[in-house]
Structures are given as structure tokens and as C-alpha cells.
């Protein structure tokens, strides 16, 4: 027995630095950091085979090594969900935007949800729409598969605390609910986050004074489907649709009950928010595109707004 399992670890580590192994990985789950390891050791592994067939130049080689470093970055940007320093310990309700095209931003809190955020999933998927979520610690904790999912359909990640409070928190409750809702976040997904949105929008009970002094930025909304009051399907497309700005934060719900409507609501509102003209960004996305304008202000003077008025009838 001990040699045979000793046989199998022989194999599974020199599967280890032969990525054409077709040892699985599932009948040795104790044993998973080894392919882990594997996959490291393959993303680097390309230049060196490159070399030993010899004919690359240096400067091929160069961009090659540039490609995997940007190819990393972006795979770390779908996992670390920062904001910039002027918006850190700031609380936001929409950005304004100098650009005239119109971006806007989808957020879904209080999942993840069995059902109804794999609902949301396909339909932004289907019209190629990001979105950002406010996980809710205690909904992370009973639903993780689901979270899962929704990180890799490389959405936004947000914290909306652990146990959804609306009543005054004295600070170390506060720290605790959204301290190990971060923990959370990280142990199932990886994912790390600085965004933060307080339960109900109560800014006033503890918990977004304590995001703030940890350099969360506080994310309100501008558009509100107001989910809590039952409106009707067309109720709900016109709560999002009629109150679209640019540069806006609008506030739906894939969980924490029966989001039924808001399902059924997402595929029009999307449509009715393309055909005004509005691009689709996550909340992170949308802060750094009002951060790009803040460091790059316009070269040149806005034209002048006087315009000769010209007679009727003629172009
Ligand atoms: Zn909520």
C-alpha cells in the first residue's frame, strides 16, 4: 500500500513538470496544489521551449513576456476590485462624466441566490453587459458555488456586510460585519474588494462610517427598480429606465427573496438603456473612467456655445 501511493505521488509529481499528464487532479483532492503548481510553471514555459527551438528574437521574446505579464495584470484586475485614492473613504451616488458618450452601471445586491443570480448571469452574458455585486456575508456562506460563478463571468465584486443591518452598530460590530464578509469574499473567490454599499442605503447606523475610516469607497445609487415596493414589471423597467443618467449607479436585486421581476425586467431594461446610448461598465470601471478625466482635463477650450442662427429652410 505504501508503495503504491508512494508510486502515485512519484507520477503525480513528475506530472507536475510534465504539463501532458493526464493525472486528474479530482481523485486526489489532497493533492490539488501540485496541479496548482502546474499551472504556474506553464505560464512560464513558453519562452523557454521558444528558445530551444531557437529562432526568436530577443525583442519576440520581449513581447512575448510583456503579453503574459498584461495577460496576469488583467487576470488579477478581475480579482482585486480597488478604487481609486480620490474616491477611497468617499462616499458616491453617481460619478459625473465630462465624455460624451454615456456609460452607466448595473449593480445586484443581497446575493448571491440560487436561481435568480444565475438568471441575471445569462442575461448579461447574452447581452454581453457587466454587472457589479454586493454579496451579502451570510448569503456568501450559504450559497459559495453561486459566487463562484458570478467571478467567472469576471463581474464586479462589493461588500454589503454580513447580516444586512439597519439598526445603530456599535464600531466593532460594524468591523466584524464587514471584515468577514472580506474574509469571505477572499477564502471562496479571491477575490478583494474596496467597494462597499450599507444595507438599505442607511448611512447613519455605524457601518459606512466604519467602510469609510477603512478606505472603502461608500457606492449609493442614482436609479433605484425600488424592488421593495412590488412594482409591476412595467413599473420596475420604468423605476431604472426613466431615472438613467450618464455616469450612473443603478440599484437592482438578484437576492435575498423572490427577484422574479427583476429578472423578467433586465433583458428590456438593458435594451431600452442601449438604445439611448449608454455603454455598460462595472462600478470599478466607471470610477476609473472618471479618474482617467481627472488626471487627463481637456488639452484644448470647449468651443464656443454661441451659434449663428440660420435662416429657416436652409442646412
Ligand atoms: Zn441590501
Given at each position: 500500500m505504501a508503495i503504491a501511493l508512494g508510486a502515485t505521488l512519484a507520477s503525480l509529481l513528475a506530472g507536475s513538470f510534465f504539463p501532458s499528464s493526464h493525472v486528474s487532479s479530482h481523485a486526489f483532492p489532497f493533492l490539488s496544489f501540485l496541479k496548482r503548481e502546474t499551472k504556474v510553471r506553464d505560464s512560464y514555459s513558453?519562452?523557454?521551449?521558444?528558445?530551444?527551438?531557437?529562432?526568436?528574437?530577443?525583442?519576440?521574446?520581449?513581447?512575448?513576456?510583456?503579453?503574459?505579464?498584461?495577460?496576469?495584470?488583467?487576470?488579477?484586475?478581475?480579482?482585486?476590485?480597488?478604487?481609486?485614492?480620490?474616491?477611497?473613504?468617499?462616499?458616491?451616488?453617481?460619478?459625473?462624466?465630462?465624455?460624451?458618450?454615456k456609460y452607466i452601471a448595473l449593480t445586484f445586491d443581497d446575493g448571491p441566490w440560487p436561481n435568480y443570480t444565475e438568471q441575471v448571469l445569462d442575461i448579461l452574458k447574452q447581452n454581453q453587459v457587466p454587472g457589479t455585486f454586493f454579496w451579502i456575508g451570510?448569503?456568501?456562506?450559504?450559497?459559495?458555488?453561486?459566487?463562484?460563478?458570478?467571478?467567472?463571468?469576471?463581474?464586479?465584486?462589493?461588500?454589503?456586510?454580513?447580516?444586512?443591518?439597519?439598526h445603530p452598530v456599535p464600531r466593532e460590530v460594524?468591523?466584524?460585519?464587514?471584515?468577514?464578509?472580506?474574509?469571505?469574499?477572499?477564502?471562496?473567490?479571491?477575490?478583494?474588494?474596496?467597494?462597499?454599499?450599507?444595507?438599505?442605503?442607511?448611512?447613519?447606523?455605524?457601518?459606512?462610517?466604519?467602510?469609510?475610516s477603512q478606505n472603502y469607497l461608500v457606492a449609493m445609487w442614482s436609479s433605484d427598480a425600488r424592488e421593495a415596493s412590488l412594482p409591476s414589471l412595467e413599473q420596475l423597467i420604468n423605476n431604472v429606465v426613466n431615472t438613467a443618467r450618464s455616469g450612473g449607479i443603478v440599484l437592482m436585486h438578484d437576492g435575498g427573496g423572490d427577484r422574479s421581476v427583476t429578472v423578467r425586467a433586465l433583458p428590456t431594461i438593458i435594451a431600452a438603456l442601449k438604445q439611448r446610448q449608454y455603454q455598460f461598465l462595472t462600478l470599478p470601471e466607471l470610477l476609473e473612467l472618471k479618474e482617467r478625466e481627472l488626471q487627463q482635463p481637456p488639452e484644448t477650450e470647449p468651443p464656443?456655445?454661441?451659434?449663428?442662427?440660420?435662416?429657416?429652410g436652409i442646412e
Amino acid at each position: 500500500m505504501a508503495i503504491a501511493l508512494g508510486a502515485t505521488l512519484a507520477s503525480l509529481l513528475a506530472g507536475s513538470f510534465f504539463p501532458s499528464s493526464h493525472v486528474s487532479s479530482h481523485a486526489f483532492p489532497f493533492l490539488s496544489f501540485l496541479k496548482r503548481e502546474t499551472k504556474v510553471r506553464d505560464s512560464y514555459s513558453p519562452p523557454v521551449n521558444a528558445l530551444q527551438f531557437g529562432r526568436v528574437s530577443i525583442a519576440r521574446l520581449d513581447n512575448f513576456q510583456q503579453a503574459i505579464e498584461q495577460k496576469q495584470i488583467q487576470k488579477e484586475k478581475r480579482l482585486i476590485f480597488d478604487v481609486p485614492l480620490s474616491f477611497q473613504g468617499t462616499t458616491i451616488y453617481d460619478v459625473e462624466l465630462g465624455s460624451e458618450q454615456k456609460y452607466i452601471a448595473l449593480t445586484f445586491d443581497d446575493g448571491p441566490w440560487p436561481n435568480y443570480t444565475e438568471q441575471v448571469l445569462d442575461i448579461l452574458k447574452q447581452n454581453q453587459v457587466p454587472g457589479t455585486f454586493f454579496w451579502i456575508g451570510k448569503h456568501l456562506k450559504a450559497f459559495p458555488e453561486v459566487a463562484k460563478k458570478v467571478v467567472a463571468d469576471g463581474h464586479a465584486i462589493a461588500n454589503h456586510t454580513w447580516s444586512h443591518h439597519y439598526h445603530p452598530v456599535p464600531r466593532e460590530v460594524a468591523a466584524r460585519e464587514i471584515e468577514d464578509t472580506a474574509s469571505l469574499i477572499y477564502e471562496i473567490t479571491g477575490v478583494q474588494t474596496r467597494i462597499f454599499r450599507p444595507p438599505g442605503g442607511v448611512l447613519t447606523n455605524g457601518l459606512a462610517s466604519y467602510a469609510r475610516s477603512q478606505n472603502y469607497l461608500v457606492a449609493m445609487w442614482s436609479s433605484d427598480a425600488r424592488e421593495a415596493s412590488l412594482p409591476s414589471l412595467e413599473q420596475l423597467i420604468n423605476n431604472v429606465v426613466n431615472t438613467a443618467r450618464s455616469g450612473g449607479i443603478v440599484l437592482m436585486h438578484d437576492g435575498g427573496g423572490d427577484r422574479s421581476v427583476t429578472v423578467r425586467a433586465l433583458p428590456t431594461i438593458i435594451a431600452a438603456l442601449k438604445q439611448r446610448q449608454y455603454q455598460f461598465l462595472t462600478l470599478p470601471e466607471l470610477l476609473e473612467l472618471k479618474e482617467r478625466e481627472l488626471q487627463q482635463p481637456p488639452e484644448t477650450e470647449p468651443p464656443a456655445e454661441v451659434q449663428t442662427p440660420k435662416p429657416d429652410g436652409i442646412e
